[in-house]
């Protein structure tokens, strides 16, 4: 399967539409997902074409895993939170719905599940969140 430019995610990487950053470095991105399942949940991104895990490169895994690890004590710090879920999908039949690569990152607590997938977040809410995750970085 071919790499489409024209992904949601390349967008963003090219500021044609707004997001709620988080963190860059030389080689990866992250922002705030839109529809989070979990208060703090954000995505990581290589700032490189990949559609998913399966054509990207040992260099750009190896990238966005480090920054994932970094996001992970971040959003722990943050929200007080006991745990990390990381997520990540591959294709359609794997779950995948933007195909650039990318990593979920929720911050956990004991017993307290998962929102579903779909509802939209009030930007004001996610941008206060965003700034804990920023603060929790800096
Ligand atoms: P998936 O490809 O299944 O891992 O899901 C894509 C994720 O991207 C979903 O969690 C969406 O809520 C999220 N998403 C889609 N569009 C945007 C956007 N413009 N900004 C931030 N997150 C997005």
């Not at 707004?18 to 705030?32: G, I």
């Not at 039949?93 to 990593?103: D, I, N, P, R, S």
């Not at 009030?122 to 800096?138: G, T």
Request: net charge negative; glycine share 6%.
């Amino acid at each position: 399967m071919q790499y489409d430019p024209e992904n949601i995610f390349a967008k963003i990487l090219r500021a044609e539409i707004p997001n709620e950053k988080l963190y860059e470095d030389d080689h990866t991105y992250v922002f705030m997902d839109i529809m989070p399942r979990a208060d703090g949940h954000c995505l990581v991104i290589p700032k490189t074409p990949a559609r998913n895990m399966l054509d990207a490169s040992p260099e750009q895994l190896a990238a966005c895993i480090a920054t994932v690890q970094k996001m992970g004590h971040a959003v722990m710090k943050a929200f007080d939170a006991e745990g990390v879920t990381i997520q990540q999908f591959n294709e359609a039949a794997g779950g995948q719905e933007v195909f650039h690569l990318h990593y979920h990152v929720l911050p956990r607590r004991e017993g307290l599940p998962m929102r579903p997938p779909g509802t939209m977040a009030d930007f004001d809410v996610l941008k206060d969140q965003a700034d804990k995750i920023r603060a929790a970085l800096a």
